[in-house]
Protein backbone atom coordinates (compact mmCIF):
# COMPACT_ATOMS: atom_id res chain seq x y z
CA UNK A 1 0.00 0.00 0.00
CA UNK A 2 1.68 3.41 -1.07
CA UNK A 3 2.61 5.65 2.36
CA UNK A 4 3.53 1.73 4.03
CA UNK A 5 6.36 1.75 6.67
CA UNK A 6 8.32 -1.13 8.10
CA UNK A 7 10.10 -1.52 11.80
CA UNK A 8 12.84 -3.44 12.60
CA UNK A 9 11.76 -5.17 15.95
CA UNK A 10 14.25 -4.74 18.53
CA UNK A 11 13.40 -7.85 20.68
CA UNK A 12 10.81 -10.84 20.77
CA UNK A 13 7.39 -9.98 21.76
CA UNK A 14 4.23 -10.65 19.68
CA UNK A 15 0.67 -11.60 19.82
CA UNK A 16 -0.75 -15.12 19.68
CA UNK A 17 -2.69 -15.68 16.38
CA UNK A 18 -4.00 -18.68 15.21
CA UNK A 19 -3.81 -19.87 12.17
CA UNK A 20 -3.49 -17.44 8.55
CA UNK A 21 -3.54 -14.19 11.02
CA UNK A 22 -0.76 -11.93 11.04
CA UNK A 23 -0.81 -9.02 13.02
CA UNK A 24 1.46 -6.21 12.06
CA UNK A 25 0.59 -3.55 14.58
CA UNK A 26 3.02 -1.99 17.30
CA UNK A 27 3.02 -5.24 20.26
CA UNK A 28 1.57 -3.81 23.41
CA UNK A 29 0.45 -5.78 26.34
CA UNK A 30 -2.52 -3.76 26.51
CA UNK A 31 -3.27 -4.45 23.23
CA UNK A 32 -2.68 -8.30 23.62
CA UNK A 33 -5.61 -8.25 25.65
CA UNK A 34 -7.73 -7.83 23.27
CA UNK A 35 -6.15 -9.45 20.36
CA UNK A 36 -6.29 -12.75 22.19
CA UNK A 37 -6.12 -15.97 19.90
CA UNK A 38 -9.60 -16.61 20.46
CA UNK A 39 -10.96 -13.32 20.33
CA UNK A 40 -8.54 -13.25 16.80
CA UNK A 41 -9.97 -16.50 15.19
CA UNK A 42 -13.61 -15.07 15.83
CA UNK A 43 -12.68 -12.06 13.46
CA UNK A 44 -10.82 -14.67 11.17
CA UNK A 45 -13.99 -16.89 10.85
CA UNK A 46 -15.76 -13.50 9.84
CA UNK A 47 -13.54 -12.67 7.37
CA UNK A 48 -13.54 -15.68 5.91
CA UNK A 49 -17.32 -15.92 5.86
CA UNK A 50 -17.73 -13.02 4.76
CA UNK A 51 -15.23 -11.80 2.48
CA UNK A 52 -16.77 -12.88 -0.58
CA UNK A 53 -20.12 -11.04 -0.46
CA UNK A 54 -17.75 -7.91 0.56
CA UNK A 55 -16.48 -7.94 -2.80
CA UNK A 56 -19.46 -8.64 -4.71
CA UNK A 57 -21.27 -5.71 -3.05
CA UNK A 58 -18.56 -3.44 -3.91
CA UNK A 59 -17.96 -4.65 -7.56
CA UNK A 60 -21.69 -3.73 -7.67
CA UNK A 61 -20.90 -0.04 -6.13
CA UNK A 62 -18.76 0.57 -8.92
CA UNK A 63 -21.19 -0.95 -11.33
CA UNK A 64 -23.72 1.05 -10.38
CA UNK A 65 -21.67 4.31 -10.52
CA UNK A 66 -20.91 3.19 -13.93
CA UNK A 67 -24.37 3.45 -14.58
CA UNK A 68 -24.76 6.89 -13.11
CA UNK A 69 -21.78 8.94 -14.66
CA UNK A 70 -23.17 7.41 -18.34
CA UNK A 71 -26.55 9.50 -17.76
CA UNK A 72 -28.87 7.04 -15.43
CA UNK A 73 -30.84 8.62 -12.06
CA UNK A 74 -30.94 6.17 -8.79
CA UNK A 75 -34.65 4.84 -8.77
CA UNK A 76 -36.17 2.80 -6.91
CA UNK A 77 -36.28 -0.24 -7.77
CA UNK A 78 -39.05 -2.53 -9.55
CA UNK A 79 -37.89 -5.92 -8.50
CA UNK A 80 -38.38 -4.99 -4.71
CA UNK A 81 -41.60 -3.87 -5.02
CA UNK A 82 -43.33 -5.55 -3.05
CA UNK A 83 -41.02 -5.00 -0.05
CA UNK A 84 -41.73 -1.54 0.19
CA UNK A 85 -45.81 -2.55 -0.56
CA UNK A 86 -45.66 -5.02 1.94
CA UNK A 87 -47.04 -5.28 5.66
CA UNK A 88 -44.56 -6.04 7.87
CA UNK A 89 -42.56 -4.48 10.74
CA UNK A 90 -39.20 -5.01 12.55
CA UNK A 91 -38.77 -6.66 15.50
CA UNK A 92 -39.88 -4.86 18.87
CA UNK A 93 -37.66 -2.00 20.11
CA UNK A 94 -35.88 -3.20 22.87
CA UNK A 95 -36.96 -1.32 26.19
CA UNK A 96 -33.67 -0.21 26.95
CA UNK A 97 -33.39 1.83 23.79
CA UNK A 98 -37.02 3.19 23.61
CA UNK A 99 -35.40 6.93 24.30
CA UNK A 100 -33.00 7.74 21.95
CA UNK A 101 -33.85 11.43 22.03
CA UNK A 102 -30.20 13.13 21.98
CA UNK A 103 -27.78 10.74 20.80
CA UNK A 104 -23.98 12.32 21.37
CA UNK A 105 -20.89 10.93 19.14
CA UNK A 106 -18.09 10.91 19.10
CA UNK A 107 -14.27 8.87 18.74
CA UNK A 108 -13.74 5.68 20.78
CA UNK A 109 -10.75 7.06 21.82
CA UNK A 110 -9.50 10.04 24.01
CA UNK A 111 -10.59 7.39 27.15
CA UNK A 112 -11.34 10.39 28.93
CA UNK A 113 -13.62 11.91 25.59
CA UNK A 114 -15.34 8.42 26.37
CA UNK A 115 -15.87 9.04 30.23
CA UNK A 116 -17.30 12.15 29.38
CA UNK A 117 -19.13 11.52 26.81
CA UNK A 118 -21.09 8.54 28.61
CA UNK A 119 -21.97 10.83 31.24
CA UNK A 120 -23.30 13.58 29.40
CA UNK A 121 -26.39 13.56 29.88
CA UNK A 122 -27.38 12.44 26.27
CA UNK A 123 -29.77 8.75 25.87
CA UNK A 124 -26.94 7.46 23.51
CA UNK A 125 -22.96 7.53 22.97
CA UNK A 126 -21.80 6.41 19.67
CA UNK A 127 -18.34 5.38 19.95
CA UNK A 128 -16.87 6.42 16.44
CA UNK A 129 -14.25 3.87 14.67
CA UNK A 130 -15.05 5.76 11.64
CA UNK A 131 -15.15 8.91 10.46
CA UNK A 132 -14.47 10.19 13.77
CA UNK A 133 -11.60 8.12 14.39
CA UNK A 134 -8.42 8.60 12.38
CA UNK A 135 -7.90 4.67 11.92
CA UNK A 136 -4.45 4.76 13.11
CA UNK A 137 -3.39 1.62 15.02
CA UNK A 138 -2.87 3.24 18.41
CA UNK A 139 -6.21 4.65 18.17
CA UNK A 140 -8.27 1.73 16.90
CA UNK A 141 -6.13 -0.35 19.77
CA UNK A 142 -6.78 2.08 22.37
CA UNK A 143 -10.30 2.50 21.02
CA UNK A 144 -11.26 -1.26 21.73
CA UNK A 145 -9.90 -1.38 25.50
CA UNK A 146 -11.83 1.99 26.06
CA UNK A 147 -14.93 0.73 25.24
CA UNK A 148 -13.80 -3.25 26.83
CA UNK A 149 -13.70 -1.29 30.14
CA UNK A 150 -16.88 1.11 29.66
CA UNK A 151 -18.78 -1.83 29.01
CA UNK A 152 -17.32 -3.35 32.20
CA UNK A 153 -17.88 -0.38 34.42
CA UNK A 154 -14.48 -0.01 35.34
CA UNK A 155 -12.95 2.67 32.60
CA UNK A 156 -10.95 5.93 34.47
CA UNK A 157 -9.03 8.17 33.58
CA UNK A 158 -6.22 10.31 35.47
CA UNK A 159 -5.49 13.68 33.91
CA UNK A 160 -2.45 14.97 34.91
CA UNK A 161 -2.74 18.13 33.15
CA UNK A 162 -5.55 19.10 35.59
CA UNK A 163 -3.71 18.26 39.12
CA UNK A 164 -4.39 14.34 38.61
CA UNK A 165 -7.91 14.66 38.53
CA UNK A 166 -9.63 11.73 38.18
CA UNK A 167 -12.38 10.74 35.58
CA UNK A 168 -14.55 7.80 36.26
CA UNK A 169 -18.31 6.53 35.98
CA UNK A 170 -21.40 7.99 36.90
CA UNK A 171 -24.07 5.66 38.39
CA UNK A 172 -26.44 6.75 35.44
CA UNK A 173 -24.81 6.52 31.63
CA UNK A 174 -25.66 7.03 28.08
CA UNK A 175 -26.28 3.49 26.28
CA UNK A 176 -23.74 2.37 24.06
CA UNK A 177 -23.49 2.48 20.24
CA UNK A 178 -20.69 1.67 18.49
CA UNK A 179 -20.00 2.53 14.87
CA UNK A 180 -17.40 0.27 13.10
CA UNK A 181 -15.92 1.74 9.67
CA UNK A 182 -17.96 1.11 6.46
CA UNK A 183 -17.54 -2.15 3.63
CA UNK A 184 -15.05 0.10 1.67
CA UNK A 185 -12.11 0.61 4.07
CA UNK A 186 -8.89 -2.56 4.78
CA UNK A 187 -7.32 -3.06 8.13
CA UNK A 188 -3.96 -2.99 6.86
CA UNK A 189 -2.46 -3.78 10.27
CA UNK A 190 -4.01 -7.64 10.60
CA UNK A 191 -3.49 -9.90 8.20
CA UNK A 192 -5.94 -12.88 7.36
CA UNK A 193 -4.80 -15.33 4.88
CA UNK A 194 -2.20 -13.18 3.75
CA UNK A 195 -4.86 -10.38 2.40
CA UNK A 196 -5.83 -7.07 4.69
CA UNK A 197 -8.63 -7.58 7.34
CA UNK A 198 -12.15 -6.12 6.27
CA UNK A 199 -11.84 -2.89 8.52
CA UNK A 200 -15.58 -3.04 9.86
CA UNK A 201 -14.87 -6.88 10.74
CA UNK A 202 -11.82 -6.21 13.21
CA UNK A 203 -13.84 -3.06 14.72
CA UNK A 204 -17.17 -5.44 15.83
CA UNK A 205 -15.63 -8.40 15.97
CA UNK A 206 -13.51 -7.63 18.66
CA UNK A 207 -15.94 -5.20 20.83
CA UNK A 208 -18.29 -8.09 20.33
CA UNK A 209 -15.81 -11.09 21.49
CA UNK A 210 -14.81 -8.95 24.53
CA UNK A 211 -18.10 -7.01 25.65
CA UNK A 212 -21.45 -8.77 24.24
CA UNK A 213 -21.85 -10.83 28.06
CA UNK A 214 -21.27 -8.06 29.69
CA UNK A 215 -23.14 -5.10 27.94
CA UNK A 216 -26.33 -7.90 27.77
CA UNK A 217 -26.19 -8.39 31.66
CA UNK A 218 -25.81 -5.18 32.23
CA UNK A 219 -27.06 -1.84 29.52
CA UNK A 220 -28.54 -3.93 27.33
CA UNK A 221 -30.77 -5.69 29.72
CA UNK A 222 -30.92 -8.76 27.56
CA UNK A 223 -30.27 -7.17 24.61
CA UNK A 224 -27.02 -6.14 22.41
CA UNK A 225 -24.87 -5.20 22.17
CA UNK A 226 -26.05 -2.20 20.17
CA UNK A 227 -24.37 -0.90 16.70
CA UNK A 228 -24.26 2.73 14.07
CA UNK A 229 -23.84 0.97 10.67
CA UNK A 230 -22.20 3.10 8.07
CA UNK A 231 -22.16 4.10 4.15
CA UNK A 232 -24.16 1.48 3.15
CA UNK A 233 -25.88 1.94 -0.41
CA UNK A 234 -27.88 -1.04 -1.22
CA UNK A 235 -29.82 -3.64 1.03
CA UNK A 236 -26.79 -6.59 -0.11
CA UNK A 237 -24.85 -4.48 1.90
CA UNK A 238 -27.55 -5.11 4.72
CA UNK A 239 -27.86 -8.45 4.15
CA UNK A 240 -24.27 -9.11 4.80
CA UNK A 241 -24.75 -7.34 7.96
CA UNK A 242 -27.24 -9.42 8.94
CA UNK A 243 -25.37 -12.34 8.21
CA UNK A 244 -22.80 -10.96 10.05
CA UNK A 245 -24.81 -11.08 13.06
CA UNK A 246 -26.31 -14.17 12.76
CA UNK A 247 -23.06 -16.03 13.27
CA UNK A 248 -21.85 -13.82 16.06
CA UNK A 249 -24.96 -14.60 17.84
CA UNK A 250 -24.32 -18.31 17.12
CA UNK A 251 -20.82 -18.01 17.95
CA UNK A 252 -21.96 -16.97 21.53
CA UNK A 253 -24.76 -18.63 21.90
CA UNK A 254 -27.33 -15.54 22.33
CA UNK A 255 -30.82 -15.37 21.50
CA UNK A 256 -31.49 -14.21 17.86
CA UNK A 257 -31.91 -10.49 17.70
CA UNK A 258 -29.95 -9.84 20.37
CA UNK A 259 -27.94 -7.26 18.16
CA UNK A 260 -29.68 -4.83 16.76
CA UNK A 261 -28.45 -1.99 14.72
CA UNK A 262 -29.06 1.32 13.35
CA UNK A 263 -28.12 2.21 9.86
CA UNK A 264 -26.95 5.68 8.70
CA UNK A 265 -28.39 6.65 5.58
CA UNK A 266 -25.72 8.97 4.38
CA UNK A 267 -25.61 7.72 0.65
CA UNK A 268 -27.96 8.92 -2.35
CA UNK A 269 -28.84 5.13 -3.80
CA UNK A 270 -29.45 4.06 -0.25
CA UNK A 271 -32.38 6.87 -0.09
CA UNK A 272 -34.27 4.37 -2.72
CA UNK A 273 -33.42 1.11 -0.51
CA UNK A 274 -34.87 1.83 3.00
CA UNK A 275 -37.69 -0.30 3.29
CA UNK A 276 -35.73 -2.84 1.97
CA UNK A 277 -32.45 -1.87 4.04
CA UNK A 278 -34.73 -2.51 7.26
CA UNK A 279 -36.35 -5.75 5.61
CA UNK A 280 -33.14 -7.34 5.32
CA UNK A 281 -32.09 -6.13 9.09
CA UNK A 282 -35.63 -6.60 10.38
CA UNK A 283 -35.00 -8.96 13.02
CA UNK A 284 -31.61 -6.68 14.56
CA UNK A 285 -33.30 -3.34 13.21
CA UNK A 286 -32.52 -0.30 15.27
CA UNK A 287 -34.02 2.46 12.44
CA UNK A 288 -32.36 4.68 10.26
CA UNK A 289 -30.20 7.80 10.75
CA UNK A 290 -30.60 11.51 8.86
CA UNK A 291 -26.26 11.19 8.01
CA UNK A 292 -27.23 14.11 6.38
CA UNK A 293 -23.06 15.69 5.66
CA UNK A 294 -22.40 12.16 4.18
CA UNK A 295 -25.47 12.39 2.29
CA UNK A 296 -24.69 15.67 0.52
CA UNK A 297 -20.94 14.13 -0.29
CA UNK A 298 -22.78 10.96 -1.51
CA UNK A 299 -25.01 13.39 -3.99
CA UNK A 300 -22.02 15.31 -5.65
CA UNK A 301 -19.87 11.76 -6.22
CA UNK A 302 -23.20 9.90 -7.52
CA UNK A 303 -23.69 13.29 -10.13
CA UNK A 304 -20.13 13.54 -10.64
CA UNK A 305 -20.78 13.06 -14.27
CA UNK A 306 -23.67 15.54 -14.06
CA UNK A 307 -22.84 19.00 -15.02
CA UNK A 308 -26.99 20.07 -14.35
CA UNK A 309 -26.38 18.97 -10.63
CA UNK A 310 -23.45 21.51 -9.62
CA UNK A 311 -24.16 22.18 -6.25
CA UNK A 312 -24.18 25.88 -4.38
CA UNK A 313 -21.86 26.65 -1.68
CA UNK A 314 -22.26 24.05 1.03
CA UNK A 315 -23.45 26.43 3.54
CA UNK A 316 -26.49 26.79 1.38
CA UNK A 317 -26.87 22.86 1.50
CA UNK A 318 -28.84 22.66 4.35
CA UNK A 319 -32.30 20.70 5.38
CA UNK A 320 -34.67 23.76 3.72
CA UNK A 321 -33.21 22.15 0.41
CA UNK A 322 -36.26 20.53 -1.70
CA UNK A 323 -34.22 17.12 -2.12
CA UNK A 324 -32.57 17.25 1.58
CA UNK A 325 -36.10 17.57 3.08
CA UNK A 326 -37.67 15.12 1.11
CA UNK A 327 -35.03 12.68 2.09
CA UNK A 328 -36.11 13.30 5.71
CA UNK A 329 -39.40 13.06 5.50
CA UNK A 330 -39.30 9.88 3.17
CA UNK A 331 -36.59 8.12 6.22
CA UNK A 332 -39.46 9.29 9.31
CA UNK A 333 -42.48 7.80 7.45
CA UNK A 334 -40.25 4.54 6.55
CA UNK A 335 -39.13 4.04 10.20
CA UNK A 336 -42.59 4.50 11.50
CA UNK A 337 -44.34 2.40 9.24
CA UNK A 338 -41.64 -0.39 9.90
CA UNK A 339 -41.87 0.07 13.89
CA UNK A 340 -38.18 2.12 14.36
CA UNK A 341 -36.60 4.99 15.45
CA UNK A 342 -35.93 7.44 12.68
CA UNK A 343 -33.35 9.37 13.68
CA UNK A 344 -32.51 13.08 12.80
CA UNK A 345 -29.51 14.25 12.09
CA UNK A 346 -25.99 16.19 13.35
CA UNK A 347 -25.64 19.45 15.50
CA UNK A 348 -22.23 20.12 15.26
CA UNK A 349 -21.82 23.65 16.59
CA UNK A 350 -19.47 24.11 19.82
CA UNK A 351 -19.58 26.17 22.71
CA UNK A 352 -17.75 29.88 21.78
CA UNK A 353 -16.69 30.48 25.59
CA UNK A 354 -15.12 34.06 24.65
CA UNK A 355 -18.49 35.88 23.09
CA UNK A 356 -22.02 34.94 25.17
CA UNK A 357 -23.83 36.47 22.37
CA UNK A 358 -22.27 34.30 19.78
CA UNK A 359 -22.84 31.32 21.55
CA UNK A 360 -26.28 31.72 22.32
CA UNK A 361 -27.22 32.90 18.47
CA UNK A 362 -25.63 29.31 17.45
CA UNK A 363 -27.36 27.46 20.27
CA UNK A 364 -30.51 29.01 18.81
CA UNK A 365 -29.98 28.04 15.20
CA UNK A 366 -29.70 24.40 17.41
CA UNK A 367 -32.78 24.94 18.84
CA UNK A 368 -34.35 25.79 15.34
CA UNK A 369 -32.79 22.60 13.34
CA UNK A 370 -34.08 20.16 16.09
CA UNK A 371 -37.57 22.02 16.42
CA UNK A 372 -37.79 21.10 12.38
CA UNK A 373 -37.05 17.64 13.13
CA UNK A 374 -39.23 16.70 15.95
CA UNK A 375 -42.04 17.94 14.43
CA UNK A 376 -41.36 16.57 11.12
CA UNK A 377 -41.36 12.96 13.19
CA UNK A 378 -37.86 12.47 14.29
CA UNK A 379 -37.40 10.20 17.61
CA UNK A 380 -34.32 11.65 18.56
CA UNK A 381 -31.13 13.01 16.99
CA UNK A 382 -27.48 13.63 17.28
CA UNK A 383 -25.15 16.30 18.90
CA UNK A 384 -21.42 16.89 18.52
CA UNK A 385 -20.94 18.41 22.07
CA UNK A 386 -21.77 17.37 25.83
CA UNK A 387 -23.24 21.44 25.85
CA UNK A 388 -25.67 21.49 22.88
CA UNK A 389 -27.30 18.20 25.23
CA UNK A 390 -29.78 20.43 27.32
CA UNK A 391 -31.07 22.43 24.89
CA UNK A 392 -31.70 19.82 22.62
CA UNK A 393 -33.22 17.67 25.13
CA UNK A 394 -35.55 20.66 26.59
CA UNK A 395 -36.75 20.94 22.35
CA UNK A 396 -37.61 17.09 22.20
CA UNK A 397 -39.13 16.48 25.24
CA UNK A 398 -41.29 19.61 25.10
CA UNK A 399 -42.36 18.55 21.93
CA UNK A 400 -42.86 14.75 22.97
CA UNK A 401 -44.39 15.21 26.27
CA UNK A 402 -43.04 12.53 28.08
CA UNK A 403 -42.79 9.96 25.83
CA UNK A 404 -39.88 8.00 24.76
CA UNK A 405 -40.19 8.58 20.94
CA UNK A 406 -43.24 9.28 18.23
CA UNK A 407 -42.90 5.74 16.39
CA UNK A 408 -46.70 5.51 16.65
CA UNK A 409 -47.56 8.74 15.04
CA UNK A 410 -49.78 9.23 12.49
CA UNK A 411 -47.58 9.62 8.49
CA UNK A 412 -48.35 12.33 6.24
CA UNK A 413 -50.22 10.63 3.23
CA UNK A 414 -48.62 12.99 0.70
CA UNK A 415 -46.23 11.06 -1.95
CA UNK A 416 -42.50 11.28 -1.90
CA UNK A 417 -41.63 10.50 -5.49
CA UNK A 418 -38.35 9.57 -7.58
CA UNK A 419 -37.68 13.66 -8.44
CA UNK A 420 -38.45 15.10 -4.77
CA UNK A 421 -34.90 12.99 -4.17
CA UNK A 422 -32.88 14.15 -6.66
CA UNK A 423 -33.59 17.88 -7.16
CA UNK A 424 -30.87 20.01 -7.84
CA UNK A 425 -30.30 22.59 -4.99
CA UNK A 426 -30.29 26.10 -5.47
CA UNK A 427 -27.94 28.48 -4.51
CA UNK A 428 -24.99 30.78 -5.25
CA UNK A 429 -21.77 29.36 -6.13
CA UNK A 430 -18.82 31.36 -4.80
CA UNK A 431 -15.17 32.22 -4.39
CA UNK A 432 -15.53 32.56 -1.12
CA UNK A 433 -17.53 28.86 -1.01
CA UNK A 434 -14.23 27.83 -2.86
CA UNK A 435 -11.75 29.65 -0.40
CA UNK A 436 -14.12 27.67 2.57
CA UNK A 437 -13.85 24.38 1.69
CA UNK A 438 -10.29 24.49 0.65
CA UNK A 439 -9.50 25.90 3.73
CA UNK A 440 -11.37 23.60 6.40
CA UNK A 441 -10.21 20.44 4.18
CA UNK A 442 -6.93 21.22 4.21
CA UNK A 443 -6.91 21.54 7.94
CA UNK A 444 -8.98 18.70 8.88
CA UNK A 445 -6.99 16.46 6.67
CA UNK A 446 -3.56 18.11 8.55
CA UNK A 447 -5.46 17.01 11.52
CA UNK A 448 -6.67 13.48 10.41
CA UNK A 449 -2.95 12.85 9.05
CA UNK A 450 -2.03 13.71 12.71
CA UNK A 451 -4.26 11.12 14.45
CA UNK A 452 -6.80 13.38 14.98
CA UNK A 453 -10.31 12.15 13.23
CA UNK A 454 -12.57 14.53 15.52
CA UNK A 455 -11.27 18.35 14.37
CA UNK A 456 -13.35 21.80 15.95
CA UNK A 457 -12.95 23.93 12.96
CA UNK A 458 -14.76 27.62 13.34
CA UNK A 459 -16.95 26.26 15.82
CA UNK A 460 -18.09 23.53 14.21
CA UNK A 461 -16.95 19.93 15.62
CA UNK A 462 -15.88 18.47 12.06
CA UNK A 463 -14.81 15.01 11.11
CA UNK A 464 -14.61 13.20 7.90
CA UNK A 465 -17.24 14.00 6.00
CA UNK A 466 -16.04 17.48 6.62
CA UNK A 467 -13.45 16.88 4.34
CA UNK A 468 -14.98 14.62 1.83
CA UNK A 469 -17.62 17.60 1.36
CA UNK A 470 -15.01 20.17 0.20
CA UNK A 471 -12.89 18.20 -1.66
CA UNK A 472 -15.86 16.92 -3.91
CA UNK A 473 -17.44 20.46 -4.23
CA UNK A 474 -14.06 21.96 -5.38
CA UNK A 475 -13.77 19.11 -8.02
CA UNK A 476 -17.26 19.04 -9.23
CA UNK A 477 -16.91 22.68 -9.68
CA UNK A 478 -13.71 22.28 -11.51
CA UNK A 479 -14.67 19.30 -13.87
CA UNK A 480 -17.63 21.29 -15.21
CA UNK A 481 -16.37 24.61 -15.34
CA UNK A 482 -18.99 26.29 -12.71
CA UNK A 483 -19.14 30.24 -13.10
CA UNK A 484 -18.55 31.29 -9.01
CA UNK A 485 -19.24 34.59 -7.88
CA UNK A 486 -16.18 36.88 -7.05
CA UNK A 487 -17.49 39.53 -5.45
CA UNK A 488 -20.02 40.64 -8.02
CA UNK A 489 -17.62 39.87 -10.62
CA UNK A 490 -17.97 36.04 -12.64
CA UNK A 491 -15.04 33.87 -12.72
CA UNK A 492 -14.38 30.46 -13.74
CA UNK A 493 -13.44 27.11 -11.36
CA UNK A 494 -9.96 26.21 -13.03
CA UNK A 495 -7.20 24.54 -12.09
CA UNK A 496 -5.17 27.94 -11.83
CA UNK A 497 -7.88 29.46 -9.78
CA UNK A 498 -7.66 26.82 -7.09
CA UNK A 499 -3.40 26.47 -7.60
CA UNK A 500 -3.68 30.52 -5.81
CA UNK A 501 -6.92 29.98 -3.62
CA UNK A 502 -4.74 26.98 -2.35
CA UNK A 503 -1.84 28.89 -1.44
CA UNK A 504 -3.73 32.44 -0.03
CA UNK A 505 -5.50 29.77 1.62
CA UNK A 506 -2.50 27.80 3.37
CA UNK A 507 -0.76 31.33 4.49
CA UNK A 508 -4.48 32.28 6.36
CA UNK A 509 -4.12 28.97 8.01
CA UNK A 510 -0.76 29.61 8.93
CA UNK A 511 -1.54 32.74 10.61
CA UNK A 512 -4.79 31.57 12.39
CA UNK A 513 -2.87 28.76 14.10
CA UNK A 514 0.60 30.08 14.38
CA UNK A 515 3.81 29.83 12.23
CA UNK A 516 4.98 26.90 14.75
CA UNK A 517 2.22 24.79 14.86
CA UNK A 518 2.07 25.25 11.38
CA UNK A 519 5.38 23.70 11.27
CA UNK A 520 4.92 20.88 13.28
CA UNK A 521 1.76 19.48 11.77
CA UNK A 522 1.21 18.27 8.13
CA UNK A 523 0.05 20.97 6.63
CA UNK A 524 2.18 21.16 3.86
CA UNK A 525 1.43 17.49 3.20
CA UNK A 526 -2.40 18.02 3.37
CA UNK A 527 -2.29 20.43 0.90
CA UNK A 528 -0.63 18.81 -1.42
CA UNK A 529 -2.87 15.75 -0.99
CA UNK A 530 -6.35 18.34 -1.47
CA UNK A 531 -5.21 19.82 -4.35
CA UNK A 532 -4.53 16.29 -6.11
CA UNK A 533 -7.67 15.37 -5.11
CA UNK A 534 -9.36 18.23 -6.55
CA UNK A 535 -7.75 18.48 -9.74
CA UNK A 536 -7.63 14.66 -10.44
CA UNK A 537 -9.41 13.59 -13.69
CA UNK A 538 -11.37 10.99 -11.81
CA UNK A 539 -12.98 11.70 -8.49
CA UNK A 540 -11.56 8.77 -5.98
CA UNK A 541 -14.50 7.38 -3.91
CA UNK A 542 -13.32 8.68 -0.47
CA UNK A 543 -10.56 11.13 0.73
CA UNK A 544 -9.38 8.89 3.63
CA UNK A 545 -8.93 5.76 1.99
CA UNK A 546 -6.64 7.53 -0.69
CA UNK A 547 -4.80 9.01 2.42
CA UNK A 548 -5.05 5.54 4.59
CA UNK A 549 -1.44 4.03 4.10
CA UNK A 550 0.20 7.20 5.05
CA UNK A 551 -0.81 6.76 8.56
CA UNK A 552 -0.03 2.56 8.38
CA UNK A 553 3.16 1.37 10.30
CA UNK A 554 3.65 -2.34 9.61
CA UNK A 555 6.18 -4.01 12.71
CA UNK A 556 7.16 -7.36 11.76
CA UNK A 557 6.47 -10.25 14.57
CA UNK A 558 8.46 -9.70 17.66
CA UNK A 559 8.46 -5.84 18.06
CA UNK A 560 8.81 -3.81 21.36
CA UNK A 561 6.29 -2.82 22.94
CA UNK A 562 8.05 0.72 23.54
CA UNK A 563 8.81 3.07 20.57
Not at 509 to 527: D, K, M, S
Amino acid sequence: MPGLHNTTPAMAQSYDTPEGVDIRGRYDPEFAAILTRDALAFVAGLQREFRGAVRYAMERRREAQRRYDAGELPRFDPSTRFVREGDWACAPVPPAIADRTVEITGPADPRKMVINALNSGAKVFMADFEDALAPTWENLMRGQVNLRDAVAGTISFRDAARGGRVYKLDERTAKLFVRPRGWHLPEAHVLIDGEPAIGCLVDFGLYFFHSHAAFRAGQGAGFGPFFYLPKMEHSREARIWNGVFERAERVAGIERGSIRATVLVETLPAVFQMDEILHELRDHSAGLNCGRWDYIFSYVKTFRAHPDRLLPDRALVGMAQHFMRSYSHLLIRTCHRRRVHAMGGMAAQIPIKDDAAANEAALELVRGDKLREVRAGHDGTWAAHPGLIPAIREVFEGHLGGKPNQIDAAAPVDAITEEDLIQPPRGARTVEGLRLNTRVGVQYLAAWLGGSGSVPLYNLMEDAATAEISRVQNWQWLRHGAVLDAGGVAVRATPELLARVVEEEMARVQAEVGAARFRRGRYAEAGRIFIRQCVAPELDDFLTLDAYGLMVVHHPRGTPSKL
